[in-house]
């Protein structure tokens, strides 16, 4: 191969940076709440309603004047004439008078006339044989203001309360269903999906001698979906040109292409000799095991990532380079004590499987990029930088899985 007119053997953080001016804006589209876990925000979300929309109770008991009960005491009770009640869904419809009150529960809209509550605890039913005694209440202590939620205690109606850029978790759904948005703006992406090599099988399918069942495509696909994007799944390519040319011709409509496998030194690695050939690379290689290999480029100028093959690498190099740049996020890290020894590369970041304790993390005793029980059993990736040995009892950086 002649000399290189890209950059070869790049760092994490170069690899990032090249990857991400790579990618278009990511196009803002609107997809209803139940769809929108893990997207990203696209625009800012004020609401519709104030919540509460009204003053409401925050425990079950008695709405009353506050004036009426100020010498309740158990020695002492004080009573009130019982009018009506208050619960959610349906408020009393008058206006409570002194010496009245209403039964409420928690949620109810506060009555008109009243301004405080006195929870059931604290209450005593009345014990006389007449109806108008049996209509009444006994306060054992003083009703507070301080047990209601004040109307827009929560947000007002026009309050901007979720900014652009926010990942949607469920408690951001709720709230923005709470908002009154029955549908969110968010910043989607649209990834094609492909898997390489002669020696795939989809899952469920015998397998030939020599051959492996694709976890890469599935894996992949899951982290993405995960992340809120959208997954359009290419399939599988086998080690031919022309199969590849034509599998690539279905990501038509992506805005990135998301392959794995093809990608390294080998004589059927034709994901690499297609960019090479006929797209073009904006780098190649990167200093970090496991994943060395992966590859960025364009193909008929769509923007393209080749993930290696290997299942660790595959999955370790969309977590460390690829989630960070489409998410936006930093890499979710810690600090923590390195129960064993973590050897580190002369040349490379290390991305060992890690297991974690408390504040420790001890080392995943198979570490082979083809062991892909070492990421379904390991919770981090321990961050072991080049030359850079890691002694048991030291602090190091942890990327959590």
Not at 198 to 221: F, I, K, T
Not at 283 to 304: D, E, I, N, Q, S
Not at 376 to 391: C, K, M, R, T, Y
Request: hydrophobic share 45%.
């Amino acid at each position: 191969m002649t000399a290189p007119t890209f950059p070869m053997h790049v760092s994490v953080a170069q690899a990032r940076e090249l990857f991400a001016a790579l990618l278009p804006a990511p196009p803002v589209v609107t997809l209803p709440l139940r769809k929108a876990l893990g997207c990203t925000l696209g625009a800012d979300l004020t609401a519709l309603v104030s919540h509460p929309s009204a003053t409401e109770s925050a425990l079950d008991g008695i709405a009353c004047r506050e004036a009426d009960t100020l010498t309740a005491s158990a020695g002492a009770p004080v009573a009130l004439r019982v009018v009506g009640e208050s619960r959610a869904g349906e408020p009393f419809a008058g206006e409570v008078g002194p010496g009245e009150c209403v039964r409420i529960y928690t949620g109810a809209p506060l009555p008109p006339g009243t301004d405080a509550i006195c929870p059931v605890e604290q209450l005593r039913e009345g014990e006389g044989t007449s109806a108008v005694e049996r209509g009444t209440v006994e306060l054992l202590r003083p009703a507070r203001p301080g047990d209601v939620r004040p109307e827009g205690g929560d947000f007002h109606a026009g309050e901007t309360v979720m900014s652009a850029g926010l990942r949607l978790t469920p408690a951001r759904l709720a709230l923005a269903a709470a908002l009154g948005h029955a549908q969110v703006p968010v910043r989607r992406w649209r990834v094609a999906l492909l898997s390489t090599g002669d020696e795939v099988v989809a899952p469920g399918q015998p397998l030939a001698p020599g051959q492996v069942y694709d976890s890469n495509r599935v894996g992949l696909a899951a982290l993405l979906t995960e992340a809120g994007y959208e997954v359009l799944d290419l399939g599988h390519a086998p080690d031919s040109p022309a199969a590849l040319r034509e599998r690539l011709g279905a990501a038509g409509g992506a805005d990135l292409l998301l392959t794995s496998g093809g990608v390294s030194m080998g004589r059927y690695d034709f994901m690499r000799d297609l960019l090479l050939g006929e797209g073009e690379i904006t780098f190649w290689k990167v200093k970090m095991r496991p994943g060395g290999p992966a590859l960025c480029g364009r193909w008929g100028g769509l923007p393209v990532f080749g993930l290696p093959g290997n299942p660790v690498s595959s999955l370790v190099v969309f977590q460390v380079i690829v989630r960070p740049v489409l998410t936006g996020e930093p890499l979710p890290t810690r600090q923590v004590t390195a129960a064993t020894p973590f050897a580190s590369l002369a040349d490379k970041t290390a991305f060992w499987r890690g297991v974690l304790s408390g504040d420790e993390v001890r080392d995943y005793p198979r570490q082979g990029s083809g062991v892909l029980r070492s990421l379904s059993d390991a919770d981090a990736l321990v961050v072991v930088p080049e030359g850079q040995n890691i002694a048991a009892g030291e602090r190091v950086e942890v990327v959590l899985l």
